[in-house]
C-alpha cells in the first residue's frame, strides 16, 4: 500500500484535496480493504458521506471486476487511486487487462452477477476505461462535474 495510507505515523491531518493510492493484492479479500482505506482517507478530508459511500460502492464493483475478469499488474496487485477536488471525488482501479470490453450488460433478472458497471453508471455522473500497454484503467467521477483528463 501507498505509504502516506499504510506507514505507521503517518500524517493524520490529510490534506482535503489531492490523490491518494494504493496497491491491494490481486484478490476478492482485497474488496473490503479498499472500502475501509477509502472511507477513512474521505471521511478525514471531509467529503459529504452521500459521496463517500458512492465511492465505496463505485471502487469496491470496480476491484471485484478487476479481480474477476482481468489479470493482476506485474506484481501480482491492483491499483487503485482516488482524486479529490472541490469536492469531486475520481476513483480509478488499474489491472493487468483481460480479454472482455468494460462495458455495462444488458440486464437480466435472473441472472446472479453483471450488475457492476451498471451501477457504476447509476452513481457516477462520469466513467470510462483506458486500455495502455501495462493494462487496463477503469475509473469512475462522483459528486459533481469532472474535467477529467488523466489522474
Do not use: F
Not at 49 to 60: L, N
Not at 91 to 120: C, F, Q, Y
Amino acid at each position: 500500500m501507498d505509504a502516506t495510507i499504510a506507514a505507521p505515523g503517518a500524517r493524520r491531518q490529510l490534506e482535503s484535496e489531492g490523490q491518494r493510492s494504493v496497491r491491494i493484492p490481486h484478490a476478492v479479500e482485497s474488496v473490503p480493504l479498499v472500502r475501509q482505506i477509502l472511507h477513512e482517507d474521505l471521511i478525514a478530508r471531509g467529503i459529504d458521506p452521500v459521496i463517500i459511500g458512492e465511492a465505496e460502492t463505485v471502487a469496491s464493483e470496480l476491484v471485484a471486476n478487476a479481480v474477476k475478469h482481468a489479470k493482476a499488474l506485474g506484481d501480482g496487485c491492483v491499483r487503485v487511486r482516488w482524486k479529490v477536488k472541490s469536492g469531486t471525488v475520481e476513483v480509478e482501479v488499474s489491472d493487468g487487462g483481460g480479454p472482455t470490453t468494460v462495458r455495462p450488460v444488458p440486464p437480466t433478472p435472473w441472472a446472479n452477477s453483471g450488475r457492476g458497471l451498471r451501477i457504476v453508471r447509476s452513481l457516477a455522473h462520469e466513467w470510462g476505461a483506458q486500455d495502455d500497454k501495462n493494462g487496463r484503467t477503469v475509473w469512475a467521477a462522483l459528486g459533481g462535474p469532472s474535467r477529467r483528463r488523466r489522474l
